[in-house]
């Protein structure tokens, strides 16, 4: 009979959200020159799991990012199926952007 493990709580009981701004925003951000330009990939705009987008708006903006674009993927390049599906990339968007001085927002 195979013995299921129980698992610490600690192990499920993270932010993803922040885990995702702290590791894949703002480290690359921080990184960047004023003027230096970014461009994300965000796959995670299904509104079934992640209902609050703007999270993301403001981790950039806490880095002196500026968004100057966001365009769902599908609107760039045609999704063949099975790629177009909402499961793979039919949620995809690209965020790009430049850093900015605080005071010029």
Do not use: W
């Amino acid at each position: 009979m195979v013995q299921i493990r129980e698992y610490p709580t600690f192990l499920f009981s993270f932010d993803l959200a922040k885990c995702f701004t702290q590791n894949f925003i703002h480290h690359p951000l921080g990184r960047l020159k004023k003027g230096g330009k970014f461009i994300f990939i965000d796959l995670f705009q299904d509104p079934k799991y992640y209902p609050d987008p703007s999270k993301i708006d403001i981790a950039i903006e806490s880095r002196n990012g500026m968004i100057t674009e966001r365009v769902r993927l599908d609107k760039i390049i045609e999704l063949p199926f099975p790629l177009k599906h909402k499961k793979v990339l039919g949620y995809a968007e690209i965020i790009t952007g430049r850093i900015v001085e605080k005071d010029s927002r």
